[in-house]
């Protein structure tokens, strides 16, 4: 397969096309969603990091957010990754591990000196083997158990961003009804994989 060139884009400024491309993307390797859902949760954010093959075709995407908030009496930012898929043609290229990485420090470099994090709602493995690559420190890990003071920054940024639906004790997200979930045949984490939660790969 041929490399693919990756592009900030921001949400307002997606041609109808381009919308439809990554819904279609989506919805092939998601279930529990709609168009409906889908577009919704588009609009709920500020950019996409859009990869597009040698046709200008849509073969991988990351919605995202840039979201304040206050913590122990300090202003703080967060960028928030929500819907994020890459073809499976197309594991293994790195370009938008690049993008990613220069986009997050242009958002630091607009406030030097506000303290920025990543927030990652992960669906599958897949996207978990991301924090290794892009943070020294990251949490939740294997390694050891949250700190206090990152757990209680972790619950404040998820109650702002989503309120009743985020269950503090287990650390995750409930909706009454899915609003998206890997369908079975990529829920699979490899054998290879199992055994090696230090190995992780840009897929």
Known sequence: MGSLAAHIVSVAALS??????????????????????????????????????????????????????????????ALFSGDTIIDHRHWGQQSFARAWIQFAGQIKAQERETPLYWFLICKGHRTYRYLPN????????????????????????????????????????????????LRGKWVHVPEHLKSRPEVAPIV
Do not use: I
């Open 134 to 181: 892009f943070s020294n420190r990251f949490f939740p890990t294997w390694e050891t158990e949250t700190p206090a003071r990152e757990q209680a920054l972790m619950d404040r940024l998820a109650r702002v961003r989503f309120g009743k639906v985020y269950d503090r004790d287990r650390g995750v997200l409930h909706f009454p009804t899915s609003r998206g979930h």
């Open 16 to 77: 109808s096309e381009q919308a439809a491309e990554m819904c279609s993307l989506y919805a092939g390797y998601y279930e529990g969603t709609s168009a409906e859902t889908f577009q919704a949760d588009l609009h709920d954010k500020d950019y996409v990091l859009l990869l597009k093959d040698e046709q200008d075709r849509v073969q991988g995407f990351s919605t995202l957010a840039v979201q304040s908030f206050d913590f122990e009496g300090q202003h703080h930012r």
